[in-house]
Each structure stands twice: as structure tokens, then as C-alpha cells.
């Protein structure tokens, strides 16, 4: 484990790469080998970068941190859908969860430890909140699944809400980009709808895909199920969503999670539909995953159907979550609960 007081490698961009070059009399050279290694190869241990010499490798396993996060648990479903619970340095735990579609490979991956937002229906936010990922630690999530099958695209959609972790999200992304080999139209990142940050992800024009969890077609009802959008009206929240798209000419996908008898009646759907209409996004439907503890029953599959059509009648385009992996406990902060045991107090 990493020493407090040891700096830390894993995480660091090129140019940062270099500095550490120059502070340790290195030729500038060494930052690709090492960005390489780290980045490409996914060595987790100095011994293995065997193009660095020996003098340099034992200098650097003294004065440098190499930190990865160890795999705790690994439970895998019929469909191949593979969810980890990797331990990090500090011994806190997050899930990771690796999808592999016939044509690419995606990972869905965790952003903080637990999160501040607490949405009534979700299992993260009963954990409550510890900290903040860095960037490496959300770097690393992805290098670790791909040990098991190389990750293509990144959903950031884990555990936490990506844009209360903005820098070191921002961060994850540009290594992903530039260092694992990732193009970001090959990135989600999905928000609960921080409006100053969305703001600031479309001024930066970034090509990723935005996916904003909506779940309501009104700001009261947004607010019960969403506390905190309570800070983040609902009009101001679609304006700035389109302003994005208007911006990096990305689709925004509008996040609909269906709660039987609370938001998905066809005047919902109706509502929701007067809303997003004419922007360019689409509507994806997230049948309710049931959490332990929580008061919530997905719907009828009669009912998602009847929301469904009311939604494409008014010309919104829509598609519905894939299910998958079931068996693994796939809702977001499942995992994690059954594992801690505190399924039944964690409400
Ligand atoms: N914090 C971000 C990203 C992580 S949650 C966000 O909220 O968007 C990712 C998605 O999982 C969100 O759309 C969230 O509403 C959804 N989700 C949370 N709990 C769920 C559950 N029990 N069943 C189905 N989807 C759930
Ligand atoms: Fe946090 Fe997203 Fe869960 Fe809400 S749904 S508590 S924002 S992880």
C-alpha cells in the first residue's frame, strides 16, 4: 500500500510524467516509456517495466507509490455481465461493472465512495458518502476490468455522482482519451443534472455522450425523488441540457427511471414528452431495479409499454435500458450492501 508520503504515479498525465522525469534527472524519454507501461500495459509493479534500467526501477520502487485497486469480489452472469468490488488503497470498497456486447466491451465505473446526493430510490445513496475517487482510482477501475476483457467504451455511471467530482473526473477522462486510447464519443458520463457543471462540460465542447437523470416530468416531483434538484430547477436544468447539445452537436440522453404508481402513468409520459420534444436527445427508460429496504416496485411491463408509446406518439425517440445481469445485483451500490451486510439498516 502507498506510504502517505510517497508521491503517487498512477494517475499522473504526460506532462506530469515529465516533470518527474526532471525531478529525478530522467531524460524526458521515460515519461512515454512510463505513461506506456502504466497506461497501455497496465503494470502494476515497477519490476515488470523491464525497458527502464534496473538502477532506475529500484529508485523508483523507494521514492514512488504505484497504487492499483485489489479485487475484492467478482460475480459474474449468464449474459457475461462481471461485477467487481475493488478495494483501493485506503481499504474503502466500489463497484465496477464490466458489459461485453458482441460488438464492444463496456465498463461501467464508480466516481466517488458511496454518494452525497441520496435519490430515494437508490442503493449508493443509502451507503452515504465517504470521498471523492482520484483520477487514477478511476482510471484504475477500467485497467482492471480490462485485465479480464479490454474495455472499449466507459460509462461513468458507477457509484457517486460524477459532476460533484468534476476535476478528477475531467482528469479520468483526458488519461482515458489520451493515454488508454479511449475516444471520448466512447464515454457516458451520467448526471443527476448539476447545472453549473453541465455549463462547464459544454463551454469545454467535449464529445461525450451526457445522460442526465431526469425521472420526473415536474420539479415537485423531481424534488422528492431527487432532493438535492431542489438547488437545480428543472427549467434551468433542460435549458443548460440544451445548450449542450447546441454546443458539442451531442445527443443528450434523458434518463427516465419507472417507479410503479409514482412517475409512470401515460400523463407522465405525456408531460415528459412536452418537455424533451424537439431537442435533440432521446429518452432512455430504466425499469426499476427493486433495492432491499426501499419502497419502490418496478412496473408492469403493460405499463412501461403504455409509457413507452405515449413518449414516440409525440415523436421523442426512446429506447429502454437492456436488463442485464441480473443475477449479479446489477443496480447501482447492490453489490456493495450485500457484501458489507448492511442491506437492512443501510435504508
Ligand atoms: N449519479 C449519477 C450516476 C450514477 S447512478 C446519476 O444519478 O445519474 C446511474 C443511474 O442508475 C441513474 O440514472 C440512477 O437513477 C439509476 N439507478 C439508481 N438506482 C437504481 C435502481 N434501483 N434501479 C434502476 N436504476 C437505478
Ligand atoms: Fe447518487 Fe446517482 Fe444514486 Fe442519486 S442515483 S444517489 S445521484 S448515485
Not at 524519454?29 to 532506475?56: E, H, I
Not at 461485477?83 to 463496456?106: C, H, M, N, Q, W
Amino acid at each position: 500500500m502507498a506510504s502517505d508520503r510517497q508521491k503517487e504515479i498512477f494517475g499522473l498525465t504526460s506532462s506530469e510524467l515529465a516533470t518527474l522525469c526532471d525531478e529525478l534527472g530522467e531524460p524526458r524519454y521515460r515519461a512515454k516509456q512510463l505513461a506506456n507501461w502504466l497506461y497501455r500495459k497496465g503494470a502494476r509493479d515497477f519490476d515488470l517495466m523491464t525497458n527502464l534500467p534496473k538502477a532506475l526501477r529500484e529508485r523508483l520502487k523507494d521514492t514512488i507509490s504505484l497504487t492499483r485497486s485489489q479485487i475484492v469480489t467478482k460475480y459474474k452472469a449468464e449474459d457475461g455481465t462481471t461485477k467487481f468490488l475493488l478495494r483501493l488503497a485506503d481499504g474503502e470498497t466500489i463497484e465496477s461493472v464490466l458489459l461485453p456486447y458482441p460488438d464492444r466491451v463496456s465498463v461501467c465505473v464508480s466516481t466517488q465512495v458511496g454518494c452525497p446526493v441520496g435519490c430515494v430510490f437508490c442503493a449508493t445513496g443509502a451507503t452515504g458518502f465517504a470521498r471523492n475517487l482520484t483520477a487514477g482510482e478511476i482510471v484504475d477501475q477500467v485497467l482492471t476490468l480490462s485485465e479480464e476483457n479490454r474495455a472499449t467504451h466507459v460509462v461513468f455511471m458507477g457509484m457517486g455522482e460524477p459532476l460533484l467530482n468534476f476535476d478528477n473526473l475531467l482528469k479520468a477522462i483526458q488519461l482515458l482519451h489520451d493515454e488508454v486510447g479511449i475516444s471520448m464519443r466512447r464515454m457516458t458520463v451520467s448526471t443527476v443534472g448539476i447545472t453549473p457543471a453541465i455549463r462547464r462540460m459544454a463551454d469545454l465542447k467535449l464529445q461525450l455522450t451526457l445522460a442526465v437523470s431526469l425521472h420526473a416530468p415536474e420539479q415537485d416531483l423531481r424534488k422528492r425523488l431527487v432532493p438535492l434538484s431542489a438547488k437545480y430547477p428543472l427549467e434551468e436544468l433542460l435549458s443548460v441540457c440544451k445548450d449542450y447539445a447546441d454546443y458539442t452537436k451531442r445527443r443528450i440522453t434523458f434518463e427516465y427511471l419507472l417507479l410503479a404508481g409514482v412517475n409512470d402513468s401515460p400523463s407522465h409520459a405525456a408531460r415528459l414528452a412536452k418537455l424533451v420534444r424537439g431537442a435533440l436527445c432521446h429518452v432512455n427508460l430504466i425499469p426499476f431495479n427493486e433495492v432491499l429496504g426501499k419502497d419502490f416496485r418496478r412496473p408492469s411491463e403493460r405499463a412501461i409499454a403504455a409509457f413507452r408509446a405515449v413518449l414516440e406518439r409525440h415523436g421523442v425517440q426512446v429506447t429502454q435500458r437492456a436488463e442485464r445481469g441480473h443475477t449479479v445485483a446489477a443496480a447501482c451500490g447492490q453489490l456493495k450492501r450485500h457484501s458489507v451486510g448492511n442491506a437492512s439498516s443501510a435504508v
